[in-house]
């Protein structure tokens, strides 16, 4: 997990742009209470600091959808399938996104 200063930092962007995302729900963050700032996730990030095409399709269901971002971390973290310890996120990431994606619609 990233702070949104360290994003900005690390890719060279102005921070208020990166807010500005994360309001519009273009990219995935989790709230840090404790410290009091958004935190992204690496995952959702390519080589190239661009959203993966996976998660911004899964950001997008979730604008759709208003599903808030904690409800949405916690959906990610989900397990599936019968067997096995694999999540919604870890399908999301490894090549079953359409799995992924209604594994989410089904949950809400």
Known sequence: ???????????????IWIERRRRAGELLAVRDT?????????????DDGEVRPPVAKLLELAR?????PARLGQLLERKVGLVGGKTVRDLLMNGGSEHALAEIRAAV
């Open 64 to 68: 759709e959808k208003r599903i808030p």
């Open 34 to 46: 404790a410290r009091n700032e958004w935190r992204y996730p690496m995952w959702q990030f390519d």
């Open 1 to 15: 997990m990233l702070s949104g200063s360290w994003l900005a930092a690390r890719d060279g962007l102005d921070p």
